[in-house]
């Protein structure tokens, strides 16, 4: 048997006729960029997101990007964020010549502790990017709180996120801005690249509608420097597609985790490894399944699972601050001591939506037959 870490063909399947009479459409309206389809998604992910505006642009690192831009973030700027997360995270701050200034995380949620940051605040602070990592949002409340108190936009990395919730709050929704990636791999994904961003703000609303097609008010009249990063109308069409299907997979991501807990018990395997904790008030809408194998087990449990024919991977194996083209940042190897055992113990496990019953019994015999070796 093989299970995939995740099977989009299973799920092509499912939608086939949907997806292409979408792109059937586009190509007989020949418009391909920033067309009806996008615009009629951008209203649809304001909605499902509880926020008034959503801008489409080309990928969510773009997304971060713009946001970050939209709130002035410049040259000698710092930026707090986690370093327990995608790449691109920490790079839009860089590429606009700030700084990131890590911070470590919390050890239950692998999202940036918010007990940290208050000390971390300087006057060159410009933002706070928490990533509501895995598909569960950050702790919100204290970074709203002291964002508030100190008038510092928080922009929330929802990229792996979208329909968690927070307290009844949906990713994206509580912060200044909120970013998505429609990478294919996301829990909803385009046939390639895709991005969007949501805010309830008016004037982010408007500079992030410049920002995204050069700076543009008015055709070729530039207002401010933007970039060219546009959403393509195959992507919407397919990404509207997904979209009316996003919450019966999302609770099949839930039930596959539920179903996974209920056989780890049965097989004897509670204590072997730690569960993903979902906090109080969360919902975790589980775009990775992620265990923590202690004992410097992890990359033996990793070769038995690839031998017997289960995905897993590892987000992410190298935390930022230890990234080499962050060394002109200065962080050393044990700063942020939680960060990087998690990066040496966590292992994603399939958990995608047309997971049958035989493939996650597949799963679990196989970690029962590495725990007895
Ligand atoms: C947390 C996080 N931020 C940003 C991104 C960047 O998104 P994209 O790949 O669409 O550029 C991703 C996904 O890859 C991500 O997981």
Not at 79 to 101: C, D, E, K, M, N
Not at 345 to 359: F, K, R
Request: aromatic content about 8%; proline content about 5%; some cysteine.
């Amino acid at each position: 048997m093989k299970v995939p870490l995740l099977d989009l063909k299973a799920q092509y399947a499912t939608i086939r006729e949907e997806v292409r009479a979408g792109v059937d459409r586009v190509f007989e309206s020949q418009q391909f960029v920033l067309g009806p389809e996008t615009l009629a998604l951008e209203g649809e992910i304001a909605r499902y997101s509880q926020t008034k505006f959503a801008i489409g642009c080309a990928s969510g690192s773009e997304a971060l990007l713009l946001a970050l831009q939209s709130c002035g973030v410049g040259a000698g700027d710092e930026v707090i964020t986690t370093p327990f997360t995608f790449f691109a995270t920490a790079s839009a701050i860089t590429r606009l010549g700030a700084r990131p200034v890590f911070l470590d995380i919390d050890e239950h949620t692998y999202t940036i502790d918010p007990s940290r940051v208050a000390d971390a605040i300087t006057g060159k602070t410009k933002a706070i990017v928490p990533v509501h990592l895995y598909g569960q949002c950050a702790e919100m409340d204290p970074l709203l709180e002291l964002g508030r108190q100190r008038g510092i936009p928080i922009i929330e990395d929802a990229a792996q996120a979208i329909g968690a919730e927070d307290r009844g709050r949906r990713a994206g929704s509580m912060g200044a801005i909120g970013t998505f990636s429609f990478y294919p791999s996301k829990n909803l994904g385009g046939a390639g690249d895709g991005g969007m961003l949501v805010t309830t703000d008016p004037q982010h609303e408007q500079r992030l509608r410049m920002l995204r097609v050069h700076g543009e008010r008015q055709r070729y009249f530039h207002k401010i420097v933007g970039i060219n990063s546009r959403l393509d109308e195959l992507q919407a069409t397919v990404l509207r597609a997904k979209l009316s299907h996003l919450d019966e997979w999302t609770t099949a991501r839930q039930r596959n985790v539920q179903e996974y807990e209920m056989m780890f018990t049965d097989a004897g395997l509670n204590g072997k490894f730690d569960l993903p904790l979902v906090r109080p008030g969360a919902r975790h809408v589980f775009h990775q399944f992620v265990i923590q194998v202690r004992e410097g087990r992890r990359e033996a449990l990793r070769a038995f699972l690839r031998e017997r024919g289960v995905g897993s991977d590892v987000y992410y194996p190298v935390p930022l601050h230890l990234q080499e083209c962050f060394e002109f940042l200065g962080y050393k190897k044990g700063e942020f001591p939680l960060a990087e055992r998690a990066a040496d113990e966590t292992l994603a496990l399939p958990v995608y939506p047309e997971l049958t019953v035989e493939q996650k019994d597949y799963v679990v015999e196989s970690l029962v037959e590495f725990f007895r070796g």
